[in-house]
């Protein structure tokens, strides 16, 4: 592990993702096909171990890390079931009853 905050750079993160055993993007970059990829660096997909998996909380469409991920062979995971698990979460605190949750997740993976 690491215990200091490291500068985003191609360098820096080909340094630290051969050790990544999951790479999570919580940034808005992905959000719109117009600022995909707009990192400060790429991400060096291909610095990640075979058994690495990169997940996105976006979740209206595939990013292009998630792309690369996808290209490389790794397993990919974007943000639609965080999406829902808060939105069932949000709706048992609001209401006290337990929301259809299958059919909520089938909604997003249906969704266009």
Known sequence: GWTS???WTAEALGELLPSCDLLVDCTSAGLDAAT???YPAP???D???ETATVATLVYHRETALLAAATARGLRTLDGGPMLVDQGVRAFEL???VAPPAE???RSIE???
Request: overall charge neutral; aromatic content about 10%; hydrophobic content about 45%.
């Open 103 to 105: 059919v909520m997740y």
């Open 94 to 96: 609001w209401t006290g």
């Open 36 to 38: 995909d990829g707009a």
């Open 43 to 45: 991400v060096p997909v």
């Open 5 to 7: 905050a490291r500068p």
């Open 110 to 112: 249906t969704t266009p």
């Open 47 to 49: 610095a990640l171990p």
